[in-house]
Protein backbone atom coordinates (compact mmCIF):
# COMPACT_ATOMS: atom_id res chain seq x y z
CA UNK A 1 0.00 0.00 0.00
CA UNK A 2 1.25 3.80 -0.91
CA UNK A 3 0.11 6.93 0.58
CA UNK A 4 -3.21 7.56 -0.24
CA UNK A 5 -4.89 8.32 2.69
CA UNK A 6 -8.03 8.94 1.31
CA UNK A 7 -8.52 5.76 -0.85
CA UNK A 8 -12.56 5.20 -0.13
CA UNK A 9 -15.79 3.34 -2.24
CA UNK A 10 -16.55 7.06 -2.18
CA UNK A 11 -13.83 7.67 -5.19
CA UNK A 12 -15.93 5.25 -7.30
CA UNK A 13 -19.14 7.75 -6.79
CA UNK A 14 -17.05 10.92 -7.28
CA UNK A 15 -15.53 9.96 -10.73
CA UNK A 16 -18.63 8.58 -12.13
CA UNK A 17 -20.29 11.58 -11.45
CA UNK A 18 -17.26 13.81 -12.90
CA UNK A 19 -17.07 11.36 -16.17
CA UNK A 20 -21.37 12.40 -16.52
CA UNK A 21 -21.30 15.57 -15.58
CA UNK A 22 -17.94 16.08 -18.06
CA UNK A 23 -20.07 14.00 -20.95
CA UNK A 24 -23.22 16.44 -20.61
CA UNK A 25 -21.15 19.46 -20.55
CA UNK A 26 -19.49 18.69 -23.42
CA UNK A 27 -22.14 16.68 -25.80
CA UNK A 28 -26.22 17.77 -26.20
CA UNK A 29 -27.14 14.72 -27.60
CA UNK A 30 -28.43 11.95 -25.17
CA UNK A 31 -26.49 8.69 -26.93
CA UNK A 32 -23.18 10.74 -27.56
CA UNK A 33 -22.85 12.03 -23.66
CA UNK A 34 -23.26 8.56 -22.71
CA UNK A 35 -20.83 6.91 -24.73
CA UNK A 36 -18.50 9.50 -23.82
CA UNK A 37 -19.26 9.07 -19.93
CA UNK A 38 -18.86 5.27 -20.63
CA UNK A 39 -15.22 5.84 -22.80
CA UNK A 40 -14.16 8.54 -19.57
CA UNK A 41 -15.26 5.49 -17.01
CA UNK A 42 -13.29 3.15 -18.65
CA UNK A 43 -10.19 5.87 -18.39
CA UNK A 44 -10.68 6.50 -14.88
CA UNK A 45 -11.26 2.49 -14.29
CA UNK A 46 -7.75 1.82 -15.72
CA UNK A 47 -6.34 4.82 -13.61
CA UNK A 48 -7.53 3.27 -10.31
CA UNK A 49 -6.44 0.17 -10.77
CA UNK A 50 -2.41 1.27 -11.67
CA UNK A 51 -2.65 4.36 -9.06
CA UNK A 52 -5.23 3.50 -6.42
CA UNK A 53 -2.26 3.63 -3.14
CA UNK A 54 -1.03 7.77 -5.03
CA UNK A 55 -4.36 10.35 -5.18
CA UNK A 56 -1.56 12.64 -7.49
CA UNK A 57 -0.50 10.19 -9.54
CA UNK A 58 -4.39 8.91 -9.72
CA UNK A 59 -5.28 12.54 -10.45
CA UNK A 60 -2.33 12.97 -12.83
CA UNK A 61 -3.83 9.53 -15.01
CA UNK A 62 -7.31 10.79 -14.75
CA UNK A 63 -6.87 14.28 -16.03
CA UNK A 64 -3.81 13.03 -18.61
CA UNK A 65 -6.94 10.89 -19.86
CA UNK A 66 -9.91 13.21 -19.81
CA UNK A 67 -7.62 15.47 -22.13
CA UNK A 68 -6.57 13.07 -24.20
CA UNK A 69 -10.19 12.53 -25.35
CA UNK A 70 -11.18 16.50 -24.85
CA UNK A 71 -8.31 18.08 -25.80
CA UNK A 72 -8.10 21.93 -24.99
CA UNK A 73 -12.41 22.28 -24.22
CA UNK A 74 -13.33 23.93 -20.86
CA UNK A 75 -16.48 22.30 -20.11
CA UNK A 76 -16.61 24.39 -17.09
CA UNK A 77 -16.36 27.46 -19.10
CA UNK A 78 -20.26 29.01 -18.43
CA UNK A 79 -20.30 27.28 -14.84
CA UNK A 80 -16.90 29.20 -13.82
CA UNK A 81 -18.96 32.58 -15.33
CA UNK A 82 -22.19 31.73 -13.48
CA UNK A 83 -20.11 31.30 -10.01
CA UNK A 84 -18.14 34.19 -10.63
CA UNK A 85 -21.37 36.06 -10.95
CA UNK A 86 -22.55 34.76 -7.31
CA UNK A 87 -19.09 35.39 -6.00
CA UNK A 88 -18.93 39.01 -7.17
CA UNK A 89 -22.83 39.89 -5.84
CA UNK A 90 -21.58 38.25 -2.49
CA UNK A 91 -18.69 40.66 -2.59
CA UNK A 92 -19.74 43.32 -0.34
CA UNK A 93 -21.01 41.45 1.95
CA UNK A 94 -18.00 39.51 2.06
CA UNK A 95 -15.84 42.62 2.41
CA UNK A 96 -18.11 44.14 5.23
CA UNK A 97 -17.57 41.21 7.18
CA UNK A 98 -14.03 40.99 7.11
CA UNK A 99 -13.84 44.53 7.54
CA UNK A 100 -16.06 44.33 10.98
CA UNK A 101 -12.47 42.71 12.42
CA UNK A 102 -8.74 43.35 12.53
CA UNK A 103 -7.51 40.11 12.81
CA UNK A 104 -7.43 37.48 10.29
CA UNK A 105 -10.67 34.86 11.56
CA UNK A 106 -13.12 36.76 9.62
CA UNK A 107 -10.81 37.10 5.79
CA UNK A 108 -9.83 33.48 6.64
CA UNK A 109 -13.95 32.61 7.34
CA UNK A 110 -14.61 34.14 3.50
CA UNK A 111 -12.22 32.24 2.20
CA UNK A 112 -13.07 28.61 3.69
CA UNK A 113 -16.93 29.47 3.22
CA UNK A 114 -16.36 30.58 -0.55
CA UNK A 115 -14.85 27.45 -1.04
CA UNK A 116 -18.23 25.47 -1.09
CA UNK A 117 -18.96 27.30 -4.45
CA UNK A 118 -18.05 24.11 -6.22
CA UNK A 119 -20.61 22.67 -8.98
CA UNK A 120 -21.10 18.91 -10.28
CA UNK A 121 -17.37 17.76 -10.35
CA UNK A 122 -18.21 14.80 -8.08
CA UNK A 123 -20.21 13.88 -4.91
CA UNK A 124 -20.40 17.35 -3.85
CA UNK A 125 -22.66 20.02 -5.36
CA UNK A 126 -24.38 23.36 -4.52
CA UNK A 127 -27.36 24.56 -6.24
CA UNK A 128 -25.93 28.00 -7.61
CA UNK A 129 -29.15 29.70 -6.79
CA UNK A 130 -28.85 28.78 -3.06
CA UNK A 131 -25.37 29.52 -2.65
CA UNK A 132 -26.17 33.08 -1.44
CA UNK A 133 -28.18 31.46 1.35
CA UNK A 134 -25.36 28.73 1.96
CA UNK A 135 -22.54 31.44 2.64
CA UNK A 136 -24.33 33.43 4.56
CA UNK A 137 -24.92 30.32 7.07
CA UNK A 138 -21.19 29.40 6.55
CA UNK A 139 -20.34 32.63 8.15
CA UNK A 140 -22.34 32.11 10.41
CA UNK A 141 -20.38 28.91 11.58
CA UNK A 142 -17.29 28.13 13.87
CA UNK A 143 -14.28 27.26 12.34
CA UNK A 144 -14.13 23.10 12.94
CA UNK A 145 -10.59 22.97 12.58
CA UNK A 146 -9.03 26.85 13.73
CA UNK A 147 -5.35 27.30 13.20
CA UNK A 148 -6.18 31.05 12.23
CA UNK A 149 -4.14 32.41 15.19
CA UNK A 150 -1.22 30.66 14.39
CA UNK A 151 -1.56 32.30 10.47
CA UNK A 152 -2.13 35.42 12.02
CA UNK A 153 1.72 35.26 14.34
CA UNK A 154 3.56 33.91 11.19
CA UNK A 155 2.15 36.17 8.53
CA UNK A 156 3.36 39.06 10.94
CA UNK A 157 6.95 38.05 10.13
CA UNK A 158 6.70 36.73 6.57
CA UNK A 159 8.32 38.08 3.73
CA UNK A 160 6.93 36.17 0.79
CA UNK A 161 3.60 34.35 0.85
CA UNK A 162 2.58 32.01 -1.57
CA UNK A 163 -1.32 31.56 -1.96
CA UNK A 164 -2.75 28.96 -4.22
CA UNK A 165 -6.02 29.33 -5.51
CA UNK A 166 -9.02 26.30 -6.19
CA UNK A 167 -12.03 27.35 -7.72
CA UNK A 168 -12.82 30.14 -10.62
CA UNK A 169 -15.73 31.91 -8.61
CA UNK A 170 -14.25 31.38 -5.03
CA UNK A 171 -11.43 33.22 -5.86
CA UNK A 172 -13.31 36.17 -5.87
CA UNK A 173 -13.70 35.85 -2.33
CA UNK A 174 -10.59 35.30 -1.67
CA UNK A 175 -10.21 38.74 -2.01
CA UNK A 176 -10.08 40.12 1.40
CA UNK A 177 -7.94 37.82 2.51
CA UNK A 178 -5.47 38.62 -0.15
CA UNK A 179 -5.57 41.91 0.81
CA UNK A 180 -5.27 41.39 4.22
CA UNK A 181 -2.18 39.05 3.54
CA UNK A 182 -0.68 41.72 1.30
CA UNK A 183 -0.35 44.39 4.46
CA UNK A 184 2.42 42.04 5.84
CA UNK A 185 4.33 40.97 3.06
CA UNK A 186 4.65 40.16 -0.81
CA UNK A 187 1.89 38.20 -1.57
CA UNK A 188 2.33 35.40 -4.93
CA UNK A 189 -1.25 33.94 -6.08
CA UNK A 190 -0.48 30.93 -8.10
CA UNK A 191 -3.94 29.26 -9.98
CA UNK A 192 -3.81 26.17 -12.45
CA UNK A 193 -1.71 26.06 -15.42
CA UNK A 194 -4.63 25.84 -17.85
CA UNK A 195 -8.22 25.06 -17.63
CA UNK A 196 -8.90 22.12 -15.25
CA UNK A 197 -12.90 21.76 -13.70
CA UNK A 198 -13.94 25.21 -12.36
CA UNK A 199 -10.59 25.29 -10.77
CA UNK A 200 -9.14 29.01 -11.41
CA UNK A 201 -6.86 29.75 -14.20
CA UNK A 202 -4.37 33.13 -13.73
CA UNK A 203 -6.86 34.49 -16.41
CA UNK A 204 -10.16 34.42 -14.51
CA UNK A 205 -7.31 35.24 -11.30
CA UNK A 206 -6.93 38.91 -13.33
CA UNK A 207 -10.35 39.16 -13.44
CA UNK A 208 -11.39 38.63 -10.47
CA UNK A 209 -8.91 42.01 -9.18
CA UNK A 210 -6.19 39.38 -7.09
CA UNK A 211 -3.84 41.29 -9.05
CA UNK A 212 -4.12 44.55 -6.88
CA UNK A 213 -3.01 43.21 -4.53
CA UNK A 214 -0.61 40.06 -5.61
CA UNK A 215 1.53 38.95 -7.88
CA UNK A 216 0.03 36.34 -10.44
CA UNK A 217 1.60 33.56 -11.46
CA UNK A 218 0.49 29.37 -12.19
CA UNK A 219 1.46 26.05 -11.33
CA UNK A 220 2.82 24.77 -14.75
CA UNK A 221 0.34 21.75 -14.36
CA UNK A 222 -3.33 21.69 -15.40
CA UNK A 223 -4.57 19.57 -12.34
CA UNK A 224 -6.79 20.47 -9.74
CA UNK A 225 -3.90 19.35 -7.14
CA UNK A 226 -0.20 19.89 -6.60
CA UNK A 227 1.90 17.49 -8.63
CA UNK A 228 5.77 17.38 -8.58
CA UNK A 229 5.98 15.71 -11.52
CA UNK A 230 4.34 18.51 -13.30
CA UNK A 231 4.25 21.57 -11.88
CA UNK A 232 6.68 23.74 -12.89
CA UNK A 233 9.95 24.89 -11.13
CA UNK A 234 9.60 28.87 -10.74
CA UNK A 235 6.50 27.62 -8.69
CA UNK A 236 8.01 24.73 -6.78
CA UNK A 237 10.91 26.65 -5.88
CA UNK A 238 8.65 29.20 -4.19
CA UNK A 239 6.34 26.33 -2.77
CA UNK A 240 9.43 25.18 -0.97
CA UNK A 241 10.94 28.79 0.26
CA UNK A 242 8.01 31.17 0.58
CA UNK A 243 7.42 32.00 4.46
CA UNK A 244 4.17 30.81 4.47
CA UNK A 245 2.03 28.96 1.91
CA UNK A 246 -1.74 29.06 2.20
CA UNK A 247 -3.49 26.68 -0.21
CA UNK A 248 -7.45 26.44 -1.09
CA UNK A 249 -9.59 24.29 -1.48
CA UNK A 250 -9.78 20.15 -1.10
CA UNK A 251 -7.45 18.98 -3.86
CA UNK A 252 -5.15 20.78 -2.64
CA UNK A 253 -4.91 19.52 1.10
CA UNK A 254 -5.24 15.87 -0.61
CA UNK A 255 -1.71 17.02 -2.34
CA UNK A 256 -0.18 17.44 1.32
CA UNK A 257 2.15 14.27 1.23
CA UNK A 258 3.31 15.36 -2.06
CA UNK A 259 3.84 18.97 -0.86
CA UNK A 260 5.91 18.00 2.34
CA UNK A 261 8.97 16.64 0.08
CA UNK A 262 9.62 19.81 -1.03
CA UNK A 263 8.41 22.31 1.71
CA UNK A 264 9.82 22.04 5.85
CA UNK A 265 7.90 25.06 6.41
CA UNK A 266 4.41 25.85 7.98
CA UNK A 267 1.66 25.20 5.58
CA UNK A 268 -2.09 26.30 5.90
CA UNK A 269 -4.97 24.71 3.94
CA UNK A 270 -8.06 26.73 3.90
CA UNK A 271 -11.06 24.39 2.50
CA UNK A 272 -14.30 22.78 3.16
CA UNK A 273 -14.29 18.87 3.31
CA UNK A 274 -16.54 17.50 0.37
CA UNK A 275 -16.13 13.92 0.82
CA UNK A 276 -16.11 11.05 3.53
CA UNK A 277 -12.64 9.97 3.44
CA UNK A 278 -11.05 13.75 3.55
CA UNK A 279 -13.63 14.38 6.18
CA UNK A 280 -12.32 11.62 8.34
CA UNK A 281 -8.72 12.03 8.06
CA UNK A 282 -9.06 15.91 8.84
CA UNK A 283 -11.31 15.13 11.70
CA UNK A 284 -14.14 17.05 10.53
CA UNK A 285 -17.50 17.10 9.55
CA UNK A 286 -18.42 17.22 5.28
CA UNK A 287 -19.19 20.58 4.63
CA UNK A 288 -17.56 22.32 7.74
CA UNK A 289 -15.34 24.99 7.87
CA UNK A 290 -11.40 24.02 8.40
CA UNK A 291 -8.29 26.17 8.74
CA UNK A 292 -5.78 23.98 9.54
CA UNK A 293 -1.96 24.15 9.70
CA UNK A 294 -0.01 21.13 8.96
CA UNK A 295 3.81 21.42 10.45
Not at 23 to 30: G, H, S
Not at 49 to 70: H, N, P, Q, R
Not at 149 to 161: C, F, H, Q, R
Not at 191 to 214: F, H, K, Q, S
Request: net charge neutral.
Amino acid sequence: MGVNPFLDTTCFECMSRLALSLAKLVNQELEEAVLLAAKLMKGYSDAILAYYDDYVSLCEAVFDYTFKLLGDLDPYRRVKEASVKAALNLLPLAEKYASASNGLENSVKVAVAANALDFGTGVYQVDLEKFEEIFREKLREPLAVNDVEELEKLVENAETILYVLDNAGECVLDRPLVCRLARAGRVVVAARGGPVLNDATVEEAARAGLGEYADLITTGARLPCISLRKCDRRFLELLAKADVVVLKGQGNYQSFYNIVRVRRKPTFYLFTPKCRPVARLIKAPVGSLVAYRYR
